[in-house]
T-cell receptor, first 115, second 114 residues
Framework: DAGVIQSPRHEVTEMGQEVTLRCKPI?????LFWYRQTMMRGLELLIY????????DSGMPEDRFSAKMPNASFSTLKIQPSEPRDSAVYFC?????????????FGPGTRLTVT | AQSVTQPDIHITVSEGASLELRCNYS??????LFWYVQSPGQGLQLLLK??????LVQGIKGFEAEFKRSQSSFNLRKPSVHWSDAAEYFC????????????FGTGTRLQVTL
């Protein structure tokens, strides 16, 4: 089992550029989560999908952020335009949700630096 | 709304000493509770979880945690710490009625001295 795969692992970009983060969940999992981790705010849930459908995007900071899950094996988180305050580590996690009981498996994260 | 408090931001213990990391949660009904560990530059790894049943749960790497409903706590313990346990530890809770949203504590950074 390869675990959750995220790419790129590191991204440095200039303010105003578009950034796309990618995630491949564990095969067979039906839920996918995007988190952001910063020193100031800790771990924040941005959005999560169940069966490829966005269920809760209340954590998405603003319209500059968007997320898609076109199929069960791939998701993207896009920031357009990026700003320095978006600098953070972005984690993707997946789980197999049966009822209300599940556990999330995290990817290694993408460290984003916006200059 | 559910919440998690980890009162200790940073803890230092000697290798071989015992460890207890504190976690208090706030949730009206029965919570599902988790402990995750994050090594520098890595993602979060699940150490253990509590859903129901026996209130003392065993996890990986020799860790255990005890659910105490009366104290709203889920403290993580290890009898003898190894230098490789140095990392950041996160407690998390999901409420049964909160549509799968994990809420994390702010984390406790563990330093192990030799």
């Amino acid at each position: 089992d390869a675990g959750v795969i995220q790419s790129p692992r590191h991204e440095v970009t200039e303010m105003g550029q578009e950034v796309t983060l990618r995630c491949k969940p564990i095969s067979g999992h039906n839920s996918l989560f995007w988190y952001r981790q910063t020193m100031m705010r800790g771990l924040e849930l941005l959005i999560y999908f169940n069966n490829n459908v966005p269920i809760d995007d209340s954590g998405m900071p603003e319209d500059r952020f968007s997320a898609k899950m076109p199929n069960a094996s791939f998701s993207t988180l896009k920031i357009q335009p990026s700003e320095p305050r978006d600098s953070a580590v972005y984690f993707c996690a997946s789980s197999f949700k049966q009822g209300a009981i599940y556990e999330q498996y995290f990817g290694p994260g993408t460290r984003l630096t916006v200059t | 709304a559910q919440s998690v408090t980890q009162p200790d931001i940073h803890i230092t213990v000697s290798e071989g000493a015992s460890l207890e990391l504190r976690c208090n949660y706030s949730y009206g009904a029965t919570p599902y509770l988790f402990w995750y560990v994050q090594s520098p530059g890595q993602g979060l790894q699940l150490l253990l979880k509590y859903f129901s049943g026996d209130t003392l749960v065993q996890g990986i790497k020799g860790f255990e945690a005890e659910f105490k409903r009366s104290q709203s706590s889920f403290n993580l313990r290890k009898p003898s710490v190894h230098w490789s346990d140095a990392a950041e530890y996160f407690c998390a809770v999901v409420g049964t009625g909160t549509a799968s949203k994990l809420t994390f504590g702010t984390g406790t950074r563990l330093q192990v001295t030799l």
